[in-house]
């Protein structure tokens, strides 16, 4: 005789299978947002660029530094030679020079952009939440940073203390923090007259648990579409420091000196110049797409009016 299958084992599978159907939807729900043509290629650029920096080591053929006069100014031979780039005036080999380039320029960009994020989250929260003489000096602060042109500032920073790694990082976020407390102060100042954060001051919260649970979560989103432009500036500043020579020590390569390298052979070895430039360009165009994808895709009111 053939058995039966229990009812509840059926009722079981029905229900996994209905479960697994919800998550799926769920997923789908998610991700769709995120699967437009500028989320998509922007990602695809930033992982590729990401990937040289992380495993600069691994896929570079030449030492970045390595000096061969026999093979300067060689012509990218792309399949037919080992310089798939070409090599620079003194024989450095350019793709080698680009990869590890990568490294730095990312590097300064989320340094920047958590440094002088931080900066601003903290000096917003104060400011908007405390208010009166806090409010004062803090915004006035605010006036005496904004006043200076920011390149003109960080040149000023770095001819006075030096290039370095740090000192350039510092220079490049002396003045980005501005935007995020701006910001952070405008949405503080809303957010602590809400239900929610006078119903935790009614029930004895104090002001730092207030602050970090209550105000500073809601501020993230916004903190998060503003460090995502900062990037892209950040990088067009750093090769813009490189390029007048105030940038990172010579013997570490950035897109910026490579730049600064080419000036003197642009109308004779355009490899020189197109490669590196063509790096900075994707590179930036890549986070400002992302950055307009996460705004559309985080920003509340523009999801409300069906713009996103």
């Not at 998610?30 to 922007?42: E, I, M």
């Not at 209550?214 to 501020?219: C, Q, V, Y």
């Not at 570490?252 to 490579?258: C, E, L, N, V, Y």
């Amino acid at each position: 005789m053939p058995q039966s299958i229990p009812a509840s084992t059926s009722t079981a599978e029905a229900a996994g299978a209905e479960a697994a159907r919800l998550k799926s939807a769920r997923l789908r729900a998610v991700l769709r947002p995120w699967l437009t043509v500028k989320a998509v290629s922007a990602i695809v650029v930033l992982t590729v660029f990401v990937a040289f920096a992380l495993f600069a080591p691994f896929l570079v053929p030449f030492d970045p530094n390595r000096q061969n006069l026999l093979m300067a100014l060689t012509p990218p031979q792309f399949f037919d030679g080992p310089h798939f780039l070409g090599t620079d005036h003194v024989g450095r080999d350019i793709l080698s020079r680009i990869i590890y380039g990568a490294r730095i320029s990312l590097l300064i960009a989320v340094a920047v952009v958590v440094f002088s994020g931080i900066i601003g989250i903290v000096l917003g929260l104060i400011s908007g939440y405390f208010g009166g003489w806090v409010d004062f000096a803090i915004q006035k602060l605010l006036e005496v940073f904004w006043a200076f042109p920011p390149l003109l500032l960080a040149i000023t920073i770095v001819a006075f203390f030096g290039q370095g790694l740090a000192v350039l990082i510092v220079a490049l976020a002396i003045q980005r923090w501005i935007p995020y407390c701006r910001v952070a102060r405008a949405n503080t100042l809303s957010l602590k007259e809400h239900e929610f954060v006078m119903a935790a001051r009614s029930l004895g919260a104090g002001h730092t648990r207030i602050v970090a649970r209550h105000i500073a979560p809601n501020l993230m989103q916004s903190a998060l579409i503003i460090g995502t432009f900062a990037m892209a500036t950040a990088i067009l500043a750093e090769a813009a420091l490189s390029f007048l020579g105030l940038g990172v020590p010579p013997n570490i390569p950035t897109w910026g000196a490579m730049l600064s390298d080419a000036r003197s052979y642009i109308s004779t070895s355009w490899w020189m110049s197109l490669f590196p430039g063509l790096c900075i360009f994707l590179t930036v165009l890549a986070i400002n797409l992302l950055g307009d994808a996460l705004r559309d895709n985080l920003d509340p009111r523009l999801r409300r009016s069906g713009k996103a």
